[in-house]
C-alpha cells in the first residue's frame, strides 16, 4: 500500500477520534431543555418529534434533564439517538403513559427518576430494554398496578423508590421476583393493610425495606429468611402485634433494626414487645415522643380503655381480613395467622 495513503487513513482516523472525545466532553454535564424552535415549551406541548431533534444535538450525551416541562406521554421515537445516556430526569410532569418500547436504547441507563407524575399502571415492557438500570424512583404518582413482569429485566437494580403512590398489594404473582441485586425498597407512603414478607422471599440482597405510613394492621412473618436485610421500618402504621419469635428467626442480619414508632400497640403488648426485642438481641429504632405520658421507650402506645375498643374493632377486622387471606389472596399467610393464634391462646 502507497505509504501516503496510510498516512492519510492515519490522520483521518486521529481526526474523527479527537472529534469524538471533544463531544463526550462537550456533552458529560446535565443538558436541561430550554426554548426550543419545535416545541412549545410555554403550553407544554413537547411532541416526540421535538425530544427527538434535540436529542440529535449530542449523541454523546450523558445525563439529561427535562424536569418540570409539562410532558404528557413518551412515544417510542422520543430518545431515540441516546444510546449513551447513563442519567435521566423526567420528574414533575405530567407524564400518565409511557409507550412500551421508549427506552428501547438505552441499555446504559443507570439513574431514571420519573417522580412527580400521574403514571397510574406500569405493564410488563414498560422498563425491559434498562438492563443496566441501578436507580429508579417512581415517588409521588398515582400508581395502583404492577404488572408482574414489570421489573423483570432490572437484575442490576439497586435502588427502587415507589413511595407515595396508591399500591393497595402485592398480588401472588409478585413483581419484585427478577430484582436480584436490588438494596433498598421504597413503599412509604402506600395503601396497605395486609402485608406478608412473603412478597419479597426472593430479594435475596435486600438490606432496607420501607413501609412507613401505610395502613397496615397485619404484618405476618413468612418462611424466608432475610440475612441481608438491616432496617425494616414499619412506622406509622396500625399494628397491634408483632410475631418477635418469627422477626428473629427470619430476619438474622447482626446489625437488624426495626422501628415500630407510631403504630397502635396497646401499652401491655407494647411492654411485652420490647421485652422480647431485649431477650432476643433485636434493635428497635429509639422512639421519639418523650414527651407524651403514653409511652415505652419513647414509642407511643395505646391507654387500656382505648385499647380495649380498639382490639374489639381489630378484632373484627382482623377476622374479615384473615378470610380473605385464605380465600383469595395467599393461603400460606392466613393459615400461619391463626396457627399463631392458637399458639397465643395456648400460652
Do not use: W
Not at 77 to 87: D, Q, V
Not at 98 to 120: A, P, R, W
Not at 286 to 295: A, E, F, K, P, V
Not at 330 to 340: A, E, F
Request: with cysteine; hydrophobic share 40%; proline share 1%.
Amino acid at each position: 500500500m502507497d505509504r501516503k495513503l496510510i498516512l492519510c487513513l492515519f490522520a483521518f482516523l486521529v481526526v474523527n477520534r479527537a472529534e469524538d472525545l471533544a463531544s463526550c466532553v462537550a456533552c458529560s454535564k446535565i443538558k436541561p431543555i430550554g426554548n426550543t424552535t419545535n416545541g412549545d415549551a410555554k403550553n407544554g406541548q413537547f411532541e416526540s418529534q421535538t425530544i427527538t431533534e434535540l436529542t440529535k444535538l449530542g449523541y454523546y450525551t450523558i445525563k439529561l434533564s427535562l424536569s418540570q416541562k409539562n410532558i404528557t406521554s413518551l412515544d417510542r421515537k422520543a430518545f431515540l439517538y441516546l444510546s449513551c445516556l447513563t442519567e435521566l430526569d423526567l420528574s414533575g410532569n405530567n407524564i400518565k403513559t409511557i409507550h412500551y418500547d421508549v427506552f428501547q436504547d438505552m441499555t446504559n441507563l443507570k439513574f431514571l427518576n420519573l417522580s412527580g407524575n400521574k403514571i397510574e399502571c406500569l405493564h410488563n415492557s414498560t422498563f425491559y430494554h434498562l438492563v443496566n438500570l441501578e436507580v429508579l424512583d417512581l415517588s409521588y404518582n398515582e400508581i395502583c398496578d404492577i404488572g408482574e413482569n414489570a421489573f423483570a429485566s432490572l437484575t442490576n437494580l439497586r435502588k427502587l423508590i415507589l413511595s407515595h403512590n396508591n399500591i393497595e398489594m402485592i398480588k401472588n404473582k409478585i413483581p419484585f421476583s427478577d430484582l436480584l441485586n436490588l438494596r433498598e425498597l421504597d413503599l412509604s407512603y402506600n395503601q396497605f393493610t395486609v402485608l406478608s414478607t412473603n412478597f419479597i422471599r426472593n430479594l435475596g440482597s435486600l438490606e432496607i425495606l420501607n413501609l412507613a405510613s401505610n395502613y397496615i394492621i397485619i404484618f405476618s412473618i413468612g418462611d424466608y429468611e432475610f440475612p441481608r436485610i438491616i432496617m425494616l421500618n414499619l412506622s406509622n402504621n396500625s399494628v397491634g402485634f408483632i410475631d418477635v419469635e418469627g422477626l428473629k428467626e427470619r430476619f438474622t442480619n447482626e446489625s437488624f433494626t426495626i422501628d415500630l414508632n407510631l403504630n397502635k400497640f396497646s401499652c401491655s403488648i407494647l411492654e411485652r414487645i420490647l421485652n422480647d426485642f431485649k431477650k432476643f438481641g433485636i434493635e428497635f429504632a429509639l422512639g421519639r415522643h418523650s414527651t407524651s405520658n403514653d409511652h415505652l421507650d419513647n414509642i407511643l402506645c395505646v391507654k387500656q380503655r382505648e385499647s380495649d375498643i380498639f382490639n374489639i374493632v381489630m378484632g373484627v377486622i382482623f377476622v374479615l381480613v384473615m378470610f380473605g387471606l385464605i380465600y383469595c389472596v395467599d393461603q400460606t399467610v392466613g393459615y400461619g395467622l391463626i396457627k399463631n393464634m392458637f399458639q397465643r391462646c395456648r400460652k
